[in-house]
Structures are given as C-alpha cells and as structure tokens.
C-alpha cells in the first residue's frame, strides 16, 4: 500500500520523505491555509513536489467546470508529479475526464458514497478520496466505504486507486490496509504513531540496561 502523508507542512514532508517512508503528498485548501502566511502558493507545491519523490494532490478551489479545468492545468504545469484534485460534484467529475482526457492525473476529492466512487471511475480519475474519519465522525462507517468501493472496483475491473483519506488513528491505516485501499493518506501525527509500541521502548530499556551493566562496547 501507498502512504501518503496528508499535510502542506514542508518541514513535515522533509522529515518522512528524508526517511523514505512516503510515497507522495496530498494537501487540500485548509491543510495549505494553515501554514500559507502570505507565500506564493505556487513556490510552496513546487518545494513540496521537490521534496518527495511520488504524486502530490494539489487541489483546484473552483467550483465550475471549466475554472476547475482552468485551474486544473496550471497546478498540473507545476510540476510532472503534480495530482490534480477535483471535489466529487457533478462539475468536479466533468473536469476530471477533461483533465484526464488532457494526461494529466486527477484525485477525485470529499468522496462519501459508493455510488460516488463509481463515478469517478466512470470519470477516469487516478485516485478517489474516501473520506474515512468525517464519516466515522458523524457515527456512520467510514471503513465500510472503502470496503465496498474495493468490492466494485474489482468486480467491474475499474483501476482508480483508492486512496482511504480523513485518516485519524493507526488502526485506520491497519484496516485500510487488510481491506486492500490501494494507498492510504496519513496526517504527519498518525505516521508517527504507526512507529510506535510500548513493548519497543520497554524491549529497548532492558537490552540497554544489560549491555550497560556488562560494560560490554562495539
Ligand atoms: C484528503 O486528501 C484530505 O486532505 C484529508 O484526508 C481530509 O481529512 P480530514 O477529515 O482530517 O480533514
């Protein structure tokens, strides 16, 4: 499974891409809201892109189809590993297929239903984002979707990738990866929680104290 870290933190994509865990990046408007500060957004998706060796979601802020396609190809001219992301809106699928029609790769966003995700299929998208936690969230299922979207992709033979998005624990990550998601988007906390056990750090300690009290050197 593909991971992806979901932020527009520089620094943060550094760090994991430097350790060669991620396989590409996603933002969306309020992930790049929060670390903007009046940069020219177009040097911040180039850096990123930069920095990781693998797609990187950039997403259009229209909600028309032909501003989306307008916006669409000039974040895609960013750079060769730039993703297009488009909102799962009837405008949003019609400038996935004109984008996709174009060459370039699209991840079709805010996905809630199977019934979307069919759609966006239909639409040739490269990706589509199940929204896992939001639906967690509201008391519904959010692992469900990606189980089922696995289920229809593979009986029709669809090659859109799913990628599990709103991902808020490890145990997201775990299910998403038992149910098959073909890539998993992961906030920078949750990557790093997926390191760790109290059983390493206690396993560690003891293995330390020993060869300390041996007086014992490599
Ligand atoms: C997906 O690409 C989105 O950026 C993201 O996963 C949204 O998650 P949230 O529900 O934590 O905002």
């Keep these: 499974m593909k991971i992806f870290l979901d932020t527009a ?3 943060q994509i550094r760090r994991a891409a430097d350790a060669g865990l991620i396989d590409g990046v996603t933002t969306n408007p ?3 809201a929060k670390v903007a500060e009046n940069r020219d957004v177009t040097d911040m998706y180039r850096e990123i892109c930069k920095a990781v060796d693998g797609p990187v ?3 259009v802020v229209a909600v028309d189809r032909d501003t989306m396609i307008a916006e669409g190809r000039k974040l895609a001219a960013i750079h060769e590993n730039a993703v297009v992301k488009v909102p799962l809106t009837e405008d949003g699928l019609k400038a ?3 984008l996709v029609d174009d060459g370039h790769m699209v991840n079709v966003t805010l996905c ?3 019934s979307q995700a069919l759609l966006a299929a239909k639409a ?3 990706f589509v984002s199940p929204f896992v936690g939001r639906i967690d969230d509201i008391s519904g299922e959010g692992m469900q979707l990606i189980h089922h979207i696995r289920q229809v992709y593979d009986n029709y033979g669809y090659d859109t990738e799913i990628l599990a998005a709103s ?7 775990v299910e998403a990866m038992l149910i098959g998601a073909d890539c998993c988007t992961i906030p920078p ?3 790093w929680q997926l390191s760790r056990h109290p059983l390493t750090d206690q396993g560690l300690d003891a293995f330390l104290k020993d060869w300390n009290a041996a007086g014992t050197a490599i």
């Excluded at 991902?167 to 990550?173: A, E, L």
Aim: with cysteine; net charge neutral; aromatic share 4%.
């Design 30 to 32: 309020s992930l790049v």
């Design 112 to 114: 809630f239903s199977v």
């Design 9 to 11: 933190d520089l620094g």
């Design 167 to 173: 991902i808020r624990h490890p145990m997201h990550v």
């Design 57 to 59: 979601s950039l997403e």
């Design 96 to 98: 996935c297929r004109a």
């Design 124 to 126: 040739g998208a490269t």
């Design 189 to 191: 906390a949750v990557l």
